[in-house]
């Protein structure tokens, strides 16, 4: 039985990291991060089978790959905090010779990253690759993905999504981040999406929801239910409903602070909002 | 002079499906990709007796590469298949962030390159491949010349560990490198000695340049030929070396001058041995259709060309 409070407490100090990271450099995007929190502490914490250490073929464990690699800074601070690499390495995020990148990317060998991701729409086919290769390899853990809902406009991911179903390519679990905001406004107002379950269901995936993917409990009992699902033919999408910008009131519900660092008083607001947990790196 | 005997002429993409099946058997990590052209590729025997390592992905490019690249988290060996064109300009973005980028051991093999495709036309005959392909960081770029050394370099290229692009054709041409060759990534071959002139060929034009040294040598006029089968990283020593006993070279692709192989031996030149250059090549046009014999003749890329671009370089010394 996961123990809510802890990962709470660290979803509360991943909020905090996430704020210092863009306002250190004035960049980044906190929006995002923000409302996967809770996804990537349930999923590195509770759900996902690791291994001590990383070593890039991954062989005997599951697998992670970021697809909407602009949500690094809360990539970086689970990893961070789930052993892959020092803490205080969050001070590099985005400075000249840092391995924390803008966006992720194995180029400058950072534990944890498996490719480079910023490019929208590639993250699907990457990981069902990694997924094929675990079967050749007769490993039987699984493959997981986090994409964002804009990004599946991106044709790409159509492709790689009618390959996994005809396939079979079952040991495959892949999350969209149905916050409903993109860059330019709303998915509906960009270009609306429609019914992603209906889409998904269309091209033979199995689909559930986690309608409350701002809540720890909920985020595990769905990712756990996933995890059930796959193996048995069908590769499985799990349509997760966050809030864009959740734990810091005003940057939630909008699509403004998708890219955009927050100030000097905007940074105190937000933190005063999430006290410290675990200590600041 | 050297002579070389055409022992049958044979289509490269054949040699690469022999070196992919070989490899099939030998090697139990590489596994073979295609989209919707495993007859076009001669990659039938490898599907045939390896099933469980081929992957039909479908018309399906951009999804083809990211696959390739995650199979290769978990040490296998990917081999994609399918045109040049849709090897590369197609997939750019895909290639540069989830292949290049990324470091992933990925062999991208292209098949039906430049106007040799024929009558399919331009939507199909790229001859902006291989500068696509030598900007990205890290990628190797291989461009063979017949049935036996495609079949040993795609042999070759499963031991090198990094990207590769790996470009061949469609139509039969003439085979005449050894069958038993060991195939060296970046390493130029020698094909003639001469001193008049450098001639460095890559691909199908390979052949043509031997024949144009021929034709060169009736008129007394002894021509170096190299066959560069590396485009990137360059053999800069073995250019620089001729051209220091000849004085001027000649450049002859199946490719746009525009990001060719003769760009990237101007730079090598310009940087160590400033020489008077020609460059037989296309000229910043799409092809059209036609056979592959009336299209190299109309944009200039046969024995004949060489052989012109030849006499003109040496008037420029």
Request: hydrophobic share 40%.
């Amino acid at each position: 039985m996961a123990d809510i409070k802890k990962l709470e407490d660290l979803v509360t100090q991943v909020r905090r990291d996430i704020l210092r990271q863009v306002h250190k450099v004035n960049s980044g995007h906190p929006g995002g991060s923000l409302g996967c929190a809770e996804f990537f502490v349930a999923l590195y914490q509770e759900i996902m089978d690791r291994k001590e250490g990383f070593d890039m073929d991954g062989l005997g464990e599951d697998l992670f790959f970021l697809s909407n690699g602009h949500i690094s800074p809360v990539f970086y601070s689970v990893l961070a905090r789930s052993g892959y690499f020092p803490v205080e390495e969050l001070n590099t995020f985005r400075l000249l010779d840092s391995r924390l990148q803008g966006h992720p990317t194995t180029h400058e060998g950072l534990p944890g990253v498996r490719i480079a991701s910023g490019s929208l729409g590639q993250g699907v086919s990457v990981a069902l690759g990694a997924a094929e290769a675990k079967k050749l390899n007769g490993c039987g853990h699984k493959v997981y993905v986090l994409m964002g809902d804009g990004e599946l406009q991106e044709g790409q991911n159509w492709e790689a999504i009618m390959y996994a179903a005809a396939n079979k390519v079952d040991n495959v679990i892949v999350t969209v981040d149905l916050n409903g905001q993109q860059i330019d406004g709303s998915t509906d107002d960009v270009l609306a999406l429609g019914s992603m379950r209906a889409k998904f269901e269309a091209f033979g995936w199995e689909v559930l929801d986690i309608e409350k993917g701002n809540h720890m409990q909920s985020v595990i009992s769905g990712l756990e239910k996933a995890k059930t699902l796959s193996g048995k033919g069908k590769p499985v999408c799990v349509l997760m409903h966050t809030v864009m910008g959740n734990g810091v009131d005003f940057m939630m519900h909008t699509h403004a602070w998708h890219g955009k660092a927050p100030n000097d008083e905007q940074l105190a607001t937000g933190l005063a909002q999430n006290a410290e947990t675990l200590g600041d790196y | 002079m050297k002579t070389y005997e055409n022992t049958g002429s044979k289509d490269t993409r054949s040699g690469f499906g022999a070196g992919l099946e070989e490899l099939g058997k030998s090697n139990e990590n590489v596994v073979a990709l295609c989209a919707d052209l495993t007859g076009s590729l001669k990659m039938d025997a490898f599907k045939a007796n390896h099933p469980e390592r081929f992957f039909q992905v479908g018309i399906a490019e951009a999804n083809m590469m990211g696959l390739a690249a995650g199979m290769t988290i978990g040490g296998k060996i990917p081999f994609t298949g399918t045109f040049a064109n849709f090897s590369t300009g197609r997939v750019y973005d895909q290639i540069r962030q989830s292949i290049a980028y990324s470091g992933k051991n990925v062999k991208i093999c292209a098949s039906h390159a430049g106007l040799t495709l024929g009558e399919d036309g331009a939507t199909h005959q790229i001859l902006e491949d291989m500068g696509l392909m030598k900007m990205l960081p890290g990628m190797t770029v291989i461009n063979t010349c017949d049935y036996n050394q495609t079949k040993a370099a795609t042999i070759a290229i499963a031991k090198h560990n990094g990207p590769v692009y790996l470009r061949f054709g469609r139509p039969k041409v003439a085979n005449f490198t050894p069958a038993d060759q060991n195939f060296e990534i970046g390493k130029a071959v020698q094909l003639q000695e001469g001193n008049d002139v450098t001639i460095v060929a890559t691909g199908h034009l390979v052949w043509e340049a031997l024949e144009a040294a021929k034709e060169l040598n009736d008129q007394g006029i002894s021509a170096d030929v190299i066959n560069i089968h590396t485009i990137k990283p360059l053999d800069a020593a073995a250019i620089i070396r001729s051209v220091k006993k000849t004085g001027c070279i000649v450049t002859a692709e199946e490719h746009n001058f525009l990001g060719g192989l003769g760009e990237s031996v101007s730079r090598e030149l310009a940087l160590t041995h400033p020489t008077p250059q020609e460059f037989v090549a296309t000229n910043d046009t799409f092809g059209e259709s036609g056979t592959p014999a009336q299209l190299m003749e109309k944009y200039g890329l046969n024995a004949a060309a060489i052989a012109s671009a030849a006499k003109k370089v040496i008037s420029r010394k």
